[in-house]
């Protein structure tokens, strides 16, 4: 016999779910480098820094317009269209992903297919819609092969888009969605059993984990946790709400 529980989240949509994916080695492997390619490594943290500078002066339609024509990882090569983000730029909830999948990747739009309508369910459960106070965004932007996990230095080379959008939307509150993104966020690894139910920090900005959308519809028993998480999140908003906006004058380093 199905609990009051599984009743109320199957009305809500809720019964079928959301994936987890990983990053740490690339600073073991700067550390590495041998003395001989130092002043190359020099020379390539400089043009990594002077790269990320660039990006975080962006405005909203040159940051659009390079991701849409950027080569600089492997990801570029086989992608159709690179995924931006899509929401209310001045939203006080941003959701991030981990990356897209093919159907983001056909539509150069974040969420779009099974797991995007589990994630639209969710929203609607807490009295969210997609593009209303909401900003969806993945820490990837084009899509890995096969839907494997992004490997290190594609989640770094990638890290700065992602970087400067929380910077152009000052949202109140981040919803990490699975661990990929959570962990990259949070800059630690850590098991996403021990990050949900927590308030984290995103340089100054509220942070919250929960599963992701992907995973949920494999999992099902997960489901129930993912609302626990999304109830926890709107407790933590209401906090939130009842305090000042964030500064205007946010900057990610
Ligand atoms: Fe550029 Fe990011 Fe796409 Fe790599 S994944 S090509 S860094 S937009």
Redesign the pocket.
Known sequence: MKSRRDLMLEEMGLTPLWQLRGRAAAKEEAAAVPESRVTSHESRLTGADDRRAAIMGLAWAELKA??AS????????K?NK?VFGVGDENADWLFVGE?PGAEEDAQGEPFVGQAGKLLDSMLAAINLKRGQNVYIANL???R?PGNRS?EPR?AL?????LHRQIELIRPRLIVALGKVAAVNLLARDASIASLRGQIHQFRGIPLIVTYHPAYLLRNLPDKAKGWVDLCFAVRVMSDLQKAPPPPSNIEIT
């Open positions: 390079r991701v950027c080569t600089d990882c492997p990801l570029h090569e992608r690179a990356g990837i932007k084009c890995p992004p594609e080379a990638c890290e700065p888009y």
